[in-house]
């Protein structure tokens, strides 16, 4: 009997099996790095065992230092959750031979669907449908697609298009790969530009039941990993026969390995319905919950039972309604999805229903690994949190979700949430027109808030610091007329200088001939804006202020009076874009560059980042070398342009 679990992992996933195994009644243990000694799946943890260091090459990725924290926690079984050392089967292996239970697959297989490359030949020889590797790449073989073969989730994965890029993709595939899994193994396969993304979630027992529970689409994704998962799919729905030659798919490549426990097998389909084994992960999925919201089942659950010797029931439970995730990620979709670091000062999703679990009836459920104030590095996966909506129909799941969204509070970071939110409500996807190459056919950037709504923001965020300030009377208030009152933002629209005056007959405004004030404090301003009354609730830390409001979210940036001449950089200056490690150089000084040309790459959040020249002229400073930390803001190289 399992009466304590090491989860041998962080953040969202730690506190998701936590949640799962006091229900039980199991001790719950935690590692962390020196990085995440604050998140606070150590806060709720029984008890915590620190890994020095940062990297996940010194911590998470370390199995003989999680070993030795779950013996000396007094853990007697580790379950891995996904990423890290989830699908290394020496880790498996070690924690077996150290008297542990491992709540997972058997090591043998894990070996086996560990390499992408054997597995497809063993699937094939089990007769599921394959994609065949592509082993030398020819000019008839273009375009393909570079993937890791030790690990997912993007990390490793390029798209290529002419053999003449093949090699400097295959030297960054191979560093990536070996910097996420330890392992720098990569391979070539066919890239079909328009696929859907399915995949059947299996649960088997040692007792040779095998469930098929459902399939989910992860069609919508960028940088070739999953941004948006529903269940069930809407491809699968509308075509006669597909769920079922998929589900004994799914069952026949998990019985042709032994496996046992939860795994989940995926497929690339086309619009006809023809489908093709891409790899199976032995593990749990990111987006096991909207599964678990449209079969009822618990997965963790399923999983600790599984790992007891409790057997499955002979048929799995049947899906009823519809379940959509979104993976909220502190990146920038319009600077090519740049991830983004710093404190998260506030994130409150209104009208969720629960917590790491599966809502009582229908609604929203919230899996998250951050809390107000937490501090986003630049040693993991950037994301914050997973929201799920569960609902009787499709429609209904993407439109309550896109306006929890869209109503959220998320203050400190750049999200990916205007983009989500722009996804769930396009046309294209309420219609199930989903494939991977979704994101690069619409352009859905575009902020929620437009240029009226940012300006009124920012009179909003002004007068609620006049507000903040005010003592008996009206800040801008003068017994004679006077100059007006002058606060200045900046946002991604550009430079907001608000002027306005309290008088006797109320707020006069330069440029905001058709506002009045109905009232305002230093929280809320609520506006009278062409007869329409619109509210915005303004909240001020040190370094931002954000407003939000139906009209959009809007973060401004507040612009000193007077600059400090220490922090001008010379024209031409490229600066560090996140704090990371320069891992190349590709020039130097006093080379002639042309624009879009290839510097340096840094290295952040287990993603390489290429810095190019941004227009042609002489590299006359190159002031970094591989190998080095860089902070936010760091001058990386500065480009004099031609004249």
Request: some cysteine.
């Amino acid at each position: 009997m399992i009466t304590s679990v090491l989860v041998a992992n962080r953040g969202e996933i730690a506190r998701r099996v936590f949640r799962t195994c006091r229900s039980l009644g199991i001790g719950c243990v935690a590692v962390y790095s020196d990085a995440d000694a604050s998140s606070p799946h150590v806060r709720e943890a029984d008890a915590a065992v620190r890994l020095p260091g940062n990297t996940p090459g010194e911590t998470y990725l370390r199995g003989s230092l999680l070993i030795e924290a779950a013996l000396r926690a007094g853990a007697d079984a580790i379950h891995p959750g996904y990423g890290f050392l989830s699908e290394n089967a020496s880790f498996a292996q070690a924690v077996l031979d150290a008297g542990l239970v491992w709540i997972g697959p058997p090591p043998s297989a894990i070996a086996q669907m560990g390499s992408k490359i054997e597995s497809k030949s063993l699937m094939a020889a089990a007769g599921v449908p394959t994609l065949s590797s592509v082993e030398p790449v020819s000019d008839a073989d273009f375009p393909v697609l570079i993937k890791a073969s030790a690990g997912g989730g993007g990390r490793g994965m390029r798209v290529v298009r002419t053999l003449a890029d093949l090699p400097a993709e295959l030297e960054a595939a191979q560093s990536e790969a070996a910097s996420a899994f330890g392992d720098p193994t990569v391979f070539c396969e066919p890239y079909l530009e328009n696929g859907r993304h399915i995949e059947v979630q299996v649960m088997a027992d040692t007792h040779g039941t095998v469930w098929a529970l459902g399939e989910r689409e992860c069609s919508i994704q960028r940088r070739h990993q999953k941004v948006i998962e529903e269940a069930p799919s809407p491809l699968v729905t509308r075509i006669p026969g597909m769920r079922a030659r998929l589900f004994e798919a799914a069952r026949s490549a998990a019985s042709a390995i032994g496996y046992t426990g939860a795994g989940t097998v995926e497929f690339l389909a086309d619009e006809q319905g023809r489908f093709f084994f891409l790899e199976m992960n032995t593990r749990l999925q990111v987006e096991h919950p909207v599964t678990e919201c449209t079969t009822g089942e618990d997965l963790v659950r399923l999983q600790l039972l599984v790992a007891q010797g409790v057997p499955l029931s002979d048929t799995p439970p049947s899906a009823q309604g519809h379940a959509i995730e979104v993976r909220l990620y502190a990146e920038d979709p319009a600077q090519d999805w740049r991830p983004q670091s710093g404190t998260l000062h506030r994130l409150s999703i209104p009208g969720v229903a629960a917590a790491f679990e599966v809502p009582a009836r229908y609604g929203l459920r919230l899996d998250s690994g951050v809390s107000d104030g937490s501090v986003v590095g630049v040693y993991y996966d950037p994301m914050l949190a997973k929201v799920i909506a569960y609902a009787p129909t499709r429609t209904e799941a993407a439109l309550g979700l896109a306006g929890a969204l869209a109503g959220a509070e998320i203050h400190g970071l750049v999200t990916n949430r205007d983009l989500l939110v722009r996804v769930l409500r396009h046309p294209s996807f309420l219609a199930g027109d989903t494939d991977t190459a979704f994101l690069a056919r619409h352009a859905l950037t575009t902020p929620l808030a437009d240029k009226d709504a940012v300006n009124l923001s920012a009179l909003a965020a002004a007068l609620a610091d006049a507000a903040s300030r005010q003592t008996n009377l009206p800040s801008g208030w003068r017994n004679v007329p006077s100059q007006p009152q002058r606060k200045a933002y900046r946002s991604g629209e550009g430079d907001h200088e608000i002027t306005y005056r309290h008088t006797r007959t109320g707020l006069i405004a330069d440029a905001f001939p058709d506002v009045t004030v109905v009232e305002g404090t230093a929280t809320e301003v609520a506006l009278t804006v062409e007869g329409v009354r619109r509210t915005f609730t303004v909240a001020r830390y040190p370094d931002v202020v954000c407003v939000d409001s139906a009209l959009g979210p809007v973060t401004l940036t507040p612009v000193p009076r007077f600059t400090d001449p220490s922090t001008q950089v010379a024209p031409g200056s490229l600066l560090a874009p996140m704090p990371g490690t320069v891992i190349r150089v590709a020039a130097t000084e006093g080379d002639t560059v042309t624009a879009g040309q290839p510097l340096l790459w840094l290295e952040a959040m287990k993603m390489e980042h290429k810095i190019t020249a941004p227009t042609p002229g002489t590299l006359t400073e190159l002031p970094v070398k591989p190998g080095q930390q860089v902070d936010l803001g760091t001058i990386l190289a500065v480009v004099t342009p031609t004249d």
